[in-house]
């Protein structure tokens, strides 16, 4: 499974010269965690987060200079996202594989990761949507397995089976390369953990 099957695309996104406050409505409303920066050209430049948008712009209570240990911690107030946003920012291309993908973004304990082609951004790739893969019911993992070896080879050859992601393929003939090409191609499958293909027979 690579990025480009679970990314989403379009993205929402916002420029350098986006204000912070209509950046912090953009994750508000969306329910997002963060929005990738570009510029004119679509070029990613940056990634601002809740933490970015956040930081040094919720005043201390009036009340707070009465307690013991106050300090004025005020600074310059900033305005655009380009004052608070990351960058130089990670990415990742379309044809990365998913579970590096997302060892990435634990590794980094990030919640998204912008996905490029050259330095022009095509997607993105949230925890959220690892997560969904993983979530995909049975039945439906079984039913794009039987698809793609559709695609692959005909109808009627192959008998599909997953239990907790874990797909078994069943093959009407003894040929162990062709097994071996649709564990392949199953495993590409969002949702699918492993795939094995076994011979049966008729009478099985």
Not at 121 to 137: F, K, M
Not at 159 to 181: F, M
Request: glycine share 6%.
């Amino acid at each position: 499974m690579r990025a480009r099957d679970i990314m989403t695309t379009p993205v929402v996104t916002v420029t350098p010269q986006t204000t912070i406050k209509e950046a912090a409505r953009t994750l508000a409303t969306r329910g997002f965690t963060a929005l990738p920066v570009v510029d004119e050209n679509d070029r990613l430049v940056g990634i601002v987060t809740e933490a970015d948008l956040v930081r040094g712009r919720i005043p201390l209570d009036p009340r707070a200079h009465i307690l013991p240990g106050y300090q004025e911690t005020a600074g310059p107030v900033t305005t655009t996202v380009g004052e608070v946003m990351t960058a130089p920012v990670t990415a990742m291309e379309p044809g990365t594989d998913v579970a590096l993908l997302a060892a990435a973004l634990i590794d980094a304990r990030q919640r998204s990761m912008p996905i490029v082609e050259g330095a022009r951004l095509v997607g993105i790739v949230t925890r959220r949507d690892v997560v969904a893969t993983v979530a995909r019911d049975d039945a439906t993992v079984a039913t794009d397995v039987r698809h793609r070896l559709e695609l692959y080879s005909g109808p009627d050859r192959w008998t599909v089976e997953c239990h907790e992601g874990v797909v078994t393929i069943g093959d009407r003939y003894d040929d162990a390369t062709e097994r071996h090409v649709v564990s392949v191609l199953a495993e590409a499958v969002p949702g699918v953990v492993r795939a094995n293909a076994i011979a049966v027979s008729d009478e099985d």
